[in-house]
Each structure stands twice: as C-alpha cells, then as structure tokens.
C-alpha cells in the first residue's frame, strides 16, 4: 500500500499510551493507565512509511497525548541523526556497523543501544516492461542486470530463466537509489552472498556500480521505473504498486516476494555474533535454497538508547516500542505495508529491550 502524497516528506503522527507496563502478557494489544504527553522524535528508513501509517492509526487510538513525529529521509540519515543526539529513535534498513556501535556509545552511555528488528518486508525487483506480465530472474542474471553486463531484455540469460516468455530487443535501464539506503544495502548483501562471480562488489548503502539511472528514496525509484520502459529497480514490496514483481531463483524455484516468504528467510537466520545485550542485529540467510523462502529481505530497525538523560524521553521510547512490537501494532503494520509480523520469539526477545529502557 503506497502512502498518499501528504506523507511524502515528514510523516506527522499523533500517538499515546500503550507502555509496556502492561502487553497482556499474549503480546496483545498494549494498554497502560497512565496518561503520557510530550513530544517524540525518529527519523530514518523511508521503507518504513507506510508501516508508520499503520502505526499511526492504531496507536493514536490509545491516548491522543504524545506527538510523535518521524521524517522519512533514509537509513543513512536517521542512524546519523540518532548518533548526534537529534533525534530519540532511528529506524534504519541495516543494523549499525561498528564505527556507528561507537558513536552509540557516545550517545548512550555504557547501557548501549537497542536494535530491533521491528519491521520484515521483501524487497521487490520491480519493472516495467510492455506485454511481460511474469518474470523470473536468478541470482546471477539479476545480477547481470545491475552490473550492466546484461544489456537488452532478451540477453539469452534472461530468456533462459522465462523459456515461455516472449521478451523484446530493448535496453535494459537498471534504476537504483541516489541516497544512502539500508534497502540498498540489503540489495547488495544478498547480490554478494547469492550471484557469485556475476557480483564482485561489497554490500554497501551507497550504490556501487557507476552509470544507469538513479532516483531518490523508496518513491523516487518506484516513480523513475514507473515512468521508462525496460527499466527495472528494487524497493520495498509494500510501495510497488502497479509495477511488475519478478520471482527470484531460489534453489530449483522462482519465488514471488511475499510476507509469509519473508517471515521464513527470517526464521532460518542467526543473530550476529558479539553484539550488546539488548542489540538484537540478525545475519540474514542470503543463500538459502529453502523451498518458499524469499531471501531479498530487508529487516528494518529500530535504533534507540537504553538509558536516556530523562524520564519523559525515556518513558515515550519504552511506550511506543511496546506498541510496536505488540501482535496489534504488528498487525496493523502489516495491514498496511503488506509486512511479515515479527514472530513470538522475536518479539519476547524485543520485550527484554523494551523492559530495559530507563533514565540516567
């Protein structure tokens, strides 16, 4: 589900309650007695716009006390803010690296920084091209595409992967994000563990291969393929619209992204090693041959202090990842942005970071 226009920049919320004094033990709906007012502030993943709708609407049900405000200008930029103090939260496409698990340090204090990942959605590699309505891409000519070693759209790897498709003599006109992304990253991580020799770059969030046609944030490139023909990009499956949706080789299959094909990627991955207590990062299985596992996931997280300099500030954070990760602000998300709900155990395990969260 897209969002309309008026959530294209800053996305304005009004929300309340639903501390995690009381989850209903089930991981149910978030509830609490006590009335919170003041103003909260996150920036980061634009990925997460529409999940944030979902938020919006179930949250701001609770007690319309809280003003929660959060500008969608990338992963990149909301890590960035969050590390300088200008925010209170992050939500970011890629958990941070070490140099920024420093910086956290700085900003938090000894109790360190909470990841959690909040929000599990595919990410689609989205096209436009006239009288081609299913398409099939493996690892290695997906990366072809974005290497721009695989040119025109019947280049025989691509007709080797649709045998039943009738493709056209036209270029290919690869799109990808201008802006430092989180998605880009996710793309790129699971391009270098997946496609082998036909991907020599390293993940990154800065786009790595030179030329093509680049856009701004999850909307310019879902925009700028919209608007070609023979282009193609990649962008959270919840803001692909009308556009066509590859499947993607996994194993002896083509998987179509999905929340439930997501949600099983997640479940067959490991946290990475060496984190803080309540720093729940997890290495994703980018080459997995699970039959109805979609391995281009991305895990949007929540980036945030342990221990901050104030109660208020404290108590609004501790409130509004309880609602989060509840099975109601879970599904609401998912009604939304089309996102696999975080399962049982992750969400215990959320509850911990949750509980932990207090005032210096």
Same mark, same amino acid.
């Given at each position: 589900m897209a969002l309309s226009a008026a959530l294209a920049g800053t996305l304005a919320l009004t929300a309340c309650g639903a501390a995690n004094e009381d989850t209903g033990g089930d991981g149910g709906a978030a509830t609490t007695s006590e009335s919170l007012s003041g103003d909260l502030v996150g920036a980061g993943a634009s990925s997460q716009q529409a999940a944030m709708q979902g938020w919006q609407a179930g949250y701001s049900s609770v007690q319309p006390g809280v003003n929660l405000s959060y500008d969608p200008i990338g992963s990149g930029g909301g890590r960035e803010q969050f590390l300088s103090g200008g925010t209170d939260f992050a939500g970011s496409d890629a958990a941070l690296d070490e140099e920024e698990l420093a910086q956290a340090k700085e900003r938090c204090g000894a109790s360190g920084v909470f990841e959690l990942p909040n929000y599990i959605a595919p990410i689609a590699v989205v096209y436009n091209l006239e009288g081609v309505e299913e398409l099939n891409l493996s690892?290695? &000519?997906?990366?072809?595409?974005?290497?721009?070693?695989? $040119? /025109?759209? +019947?280049?025989?790897?691509?007709? !080797?992967?649709?045998?039943?498709?009738?493709?056209?003599?036209?270029?290919? &006109?690869?799109?990808?994000?201008?802006?430092?992304?989180? $998605? /880009?990253? +996710?793309?790129?991580?699971?391009? !270098?563990?997946?496609?082998?020799?036909?991907?020599?770059?390293?993940?990154?969030?800065?786009?790595?291969?030179?030329?093509?046609?680049?856009?701004?944030?999850?909307?310019?490139v879902v925009s700028a393929v919209g608007a070609g023909q023979g282009t193609i990009g990649y962008a959270d499956l919840s803001q692909a619209g009308d556009l066509g949706v590859a499947s993607i080789g996994v194993g002896d299959e083509f998987v179509a992204p999905s929340a439930a094909a997501a949600a099983a990627v997640v479940e067959n991955s490991e946290p990475v090693a060496g984190r803080g207590e309540y720093d729940f990062a997890i290495e994703l299985n980018r080459d997995t041959t699970g039959s109805g596992e979609y391995p281009i996931v991305l895990v949007s997280y929540h980036i945030g202090c342990i221990e901050y300099d104030d109660q208020e500030t404290a108590a609004l954070v501790r409130n509004f990842m309880g609602y989060v990760i509840s099975k109601d602000g879970q599904q609401a998300a998912a009604d939304s942005a089309g996102s696999a709900p975080i399962s049982d155990g992750l969400r215990e395990q959320a509850q911990r970071a949750v509980d932990a969260i207090t005032a210096g």
């Open positions: 690892p290695a &000519t997906l990366a072809g595409i974005f290497n721009q070693q695989i $040119t /025109t759209w +019947n280049d025989p790897a691509i007709a !080797a992967d649709n045998p039943d498709a009738t493709l056209p003599d036209q270029a290919i &006109t690869p799109v990808n994000r201008s802006d430092e992304s989180g $998605t /880009t990253e +996710n793309f790129t991580e699971y391009l !270098a563990a997946a496609a082998g020799d036909a991907w020599s770059h390293e993940p990154s969030g800065d786009w790595p291969v030179p030329g093509g046609e680049a856009a701004q944030g999850t909307s310019g």
